[in-house]
């Protein structure tokens, strides 16, 4: 099939959370000095009445209180390790060096990751998370560092991958997993420290969002944020071992029974984005929770309606999309999230 054959074809890749990040009023991409008491200052401030994401809670993370993602101002990872399930391009011989963050400000019902989002995994200092980053480069060789659910900690990240950079120590691509329900203030906190996005659409439509998300401004959201993810990182650049060095990846998660939203999804992103992002479209989705059906959402998405969404992508013209085998969906692809790999 034409499909078959414009497409980029990859076995499977695993699960990860979704989360946001937005912070609102001070500009967090100013000038980068060190990841001293200047830098944690700022960030306790940013915590201390947090607007990281659009939830804008404005309670004082610094302080007990917790918000929609139930996260502290002190960072929390679920593992640290070679990841081999994200896509082709993501991982070759060497495996994406993901870190997991614990807690998610999106919360989506049919959440594939559970147990990180309600907060497992071990307490990091920033010391902690630089020698965790670097071990995953140095000692594992990764192909990349892929921050997965990070933007809820965007104060604490940003001014330490500018440093990393700064110096030279992080010379991988890093990657910037996220639900794309990020605030344009947040991830511009980012410029020049994020090669790759590695960004969720999940919803077209409010309606949709505010049911399974609780979050009606995803659409608006999201696409405000990919904007500036495309204008950030530019045109695809791949190396000689066809790893991605720079670009935009945009997942779409195939809901069973919500083939029309993926059909809107698919549009909006080709006409408003063309050929400057990535599609990569999943069919992964594993029904985990028992109140599911109560959303439409208690079988796996079948065979048929995953081609729907694939000859609509064809149909439309898009062109080198990633999609997955059947048999995707299953919890073996969704690792523990103990703390492993997080340098003590
Ligand atoms: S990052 Fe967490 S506490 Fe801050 S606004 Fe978002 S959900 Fe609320």
Request: with cysteine; hydrophobic share 35%.
């Amino acid at each position: 099939m034409l499909r078959k054959a414009s497409s980029l074809e990859m076995d499977s890749f695993g699960g990860r959370a979704s989360c946001a990040s937005t912070p609102a009023s001070a500009d967090p991409a100013g000038p980068n000095p060190t990841c001293s008491g200047v830098q944690a200052t700022s960030a306790a401030n940013e915590y201390a009445s947090c607007i990281l994401c659009p939830r804008a809670c404005r309670i004082d993370r610094t302080n007990n209180e917790r918000g929609v993602c139930g996260a502290s101002s002190t960072l929390r990872i679920g593992r640290a390790a070679l990841h081999w399930w994200e896509e082709p391009c993501l991982v070759g011989d060497q495996g994406s060096g993901a870190v997991f963050f614990s807690h998610c400000a999106l919360g989506c019902v049919y959440c594939q990751n559970k147990d990180l989002v309600a907060g497992a995994g071990v307490e990091v200092s920033i010391d902690q998370f630089v020698r965790t980053v670097l071990r995953l480069q140095d000692e594992e060789h990764a192909a990349n560092i892929n921050l997965v659910t990070p933007s809820h900690y965007v104060a604490s990240i940003a001014p330490v991958l500018r440093e990393l950079r700064a110096t030279g120590s992080l010379h991988i691509p890093v990657v910037y997993n996220t639900s794309s329900y990020d605030s344009v203030r947040a991830l511009r906190s980012l410029r020049g420290s994020i090669d790759c996005y590695l960004a969720d659409f999940k919803y077209a439509t409010p309606d949709v969002a505010a049911r399974l998300s609780r979050a009606s401004d995803y659409p608006d959201v999201a696409l405000q944020a990919l904007d500036e993810m495309v204008d950030q990182v530019g045109d695809w650049v791949e190396d000689d071992q066809g790893l991605l060095q720079r670009g935009v990846i945009v997942r779409h998660l195939v809901l069973p029974g919500y083939i029309d939203e993926s059909y809107k999804v698919l549009g909006l992103l080709h006409e408003r984005y063309g050929d400057r992002i990535r599609l990569s479209i999943m069919n992964q989705f594993t029904p985990l929770r028992d109140d599911l059906p109560r959303y439409g959402l208690g079988d796996k998405v079948s065979h048929q309606e995953y081609e729907r969404v694939l000859d609509y992508a064809d149909d439309l013209g898009i062109q080198d999309y990633f999609w997955q085998e059947g048999g995707a969906a299953t919890e073996s692809f969704i690792p523990l999230f103990d703390g492993t790999g997080v340098v003590s």
